[in-house]
């Protein structure tokens, strides 16, 4: 499954892949790391999602490498990789690496360059999400997730309800939820608004769906002010709570927790979430209403207006005890066969533009047709990047869209004190 979160990076030209000019698989060929034999070593793998089983047996089998494979939440994945980068103690040999982390991240040098250690046709294959991870012309994770924002819907809640298409814009989302209400479904939004990571996402795909940004192109925020498009998304998120259209427990929801009261039959929309959240949805195993799940365009002003992304990749950290098995094992996940059995058995929208023509070109990429719609629609949350503070801010911003969210601060009062604070952060 995948959490709500993070960056901007612009995956516009990702829109292409799904109707794709790239052709063949990456070659796997040998790259320029270092000749190592790495049989009978033992990697360490710090990421915050699991993979199936089988893909890790068959990477050991076929190179000798024991993997201790280790999923934490994300927020705790990425406390974790801080406490031990800051330290320069070892961790993980094979890392997480938001698209967030890599002003810090590559800035501290904390994490190796892969140009040294995975093979040309790889990275270039993967270039359409590379440029999220890259600093100083170098490469510092290769993409697993690639997760951008879309909204999901119940089809048999709708239909019940009387409601013949999605929402087109917030106005109708807010009619919507009304309908569904009357209909029976008591809470009929799933919006996570904990003071998490996860928490303030749909904050910041609401301010894209108003029709703005966070900051001006000098990173002067613009959100505290009266009527902005930041603005005008914390006051949505409020009435959304004030008006029942999500649960007043919803200021205590993480996005995975928020997703499972989907699945579960409890609500009817999720507003912000992943591609691979609705291959979850529509499964049986993990979903009770699977088959009814659908992919919509994410509601905007006057219509769908921009998405983001939140891309995920696997680093190298430079204090990893293998760094050549390491590599191996990146190399090994982004195996097409590979890359296809995570996507459908755990919902991670590969990455490499050959992946999407595969998953495509035989009718295995769900919601196809709404994924390629959404990702032209898809811009940076920064447009001149993530600033190396963006993860004060994060901190800052879950606290005070929370406090906002329960009613304990005013809108305008929660976004003049983040606003004093990012500023305060990029003057610092």
Aim: aromatic residues 10%.
């Amino acid at each position: 499954m995948n959490r709500l979160q993070r960056r901007v990076f612009a995956l516009t030209a990702l829109a292409g892949l799904v109707v794709l000019a790239a052709a063949g698989s990456p070659s796997m060929a040998a790259s320029k790391r270092p000749a190592e034999n790495i049989r009978g070593q033992t990697i360490n793998v710090l990421v915050p999602y699991r993979i199936p089983p089988a893909v890790i047996s068959s990477f050991t089998k076929a190179t000798g490498v024991k993997v201790n494979y280790v999923v934490t939440g994300w927020d705790a994945t990425h406390t974790k990789l801080v406490v031990a980068n800051t330290a320069r103690t070892y961790i993980a040999d094979v890392a997480e690496f938001d698209w967030s982390f890599t002003g810090q991240f590559a800035g501290a040098k904390w994490v190796e360059p892969l140009e040294g250690y995975l093979p040309k046709p790889l990275l270039a294959d993967l270039a359409s999400t590379g440029a999220a991870f890259k600093s100083g012309g170098k490469t510092y994770a290769a993409c697993f997730s690639n997760d951008f924002r879309i909204s999901i819907y119940n089809k048999k809640m709708f239909a019940k309800a009387g409601i013949a298409t999605f929402p087109r814009t917030l106005a109708e989302l807010g009619q919507a939820a009304d309908k569904l209400k009357a209909a029976g479904i008591q809470y009929p939004i799933s919006i996570p608004m904990a003071a998490t990571e996860g928490g303030v996402t749909p904050w910041y795909l609401l301010t894209l769906a108003n029709g703005g940004n966070l900051f001006d192109k000098n990173f002067k925020p613009t959100f505290q002010k009266p009527g902005s498009a930041g603005y005008r998304a914390l006051q949505w998120e409020a009435l959304a709570v004030k008006k029942g259209w999500v649960s007043p427990g919803a200021v205590s929801l993480d996005d995975s927790t928020a997703f499972d009261k989907f699945t579960a039959g409890q609500t009817a929309i999720v507003l912000a979430t992943g591609p691979g959240n609705l291959v979850t949805a529509n499964d049986k195993s993990q979903s009770s209403i699977a088959g009814q799940a659908v992919a919509a365009l994410v509601p905007g002003l006057t219509g769908p207006q921009a998405s983001f992304g939140l891309p995920e990749g696997l680093s190298i950290p430079v204090t990893a005890k293998h760094k050549a098995a390491a590599a191996a094992f990146i190399e090994w996940w982004q195996k097409p066969a590979n890359a296809i059995s995570i996507y459908e058995k755990e919902g991670n929208l590969p990455c490499g533009s050959s992946v999407i023509k595969q998953l495509a070109g035989n009718g295995k990429l769900a919601g196809g047709k709404v994924l390629a719609q959404e990702l032209k629609l898809v811009k940076p949350l920064f447009p001149q990047g993530a600033p190396v503070w963006y993860s004060q801010f994060s901190s800052d911003a879950q606290g005070l869209i929370n406090a906002a969210v329960k009613g304990q601060m005013s809108v305008g009062d929660a976004l003049s004190q983040l606003a004093s604070k990012a500023t305060a952060h990029a003057n610092g």
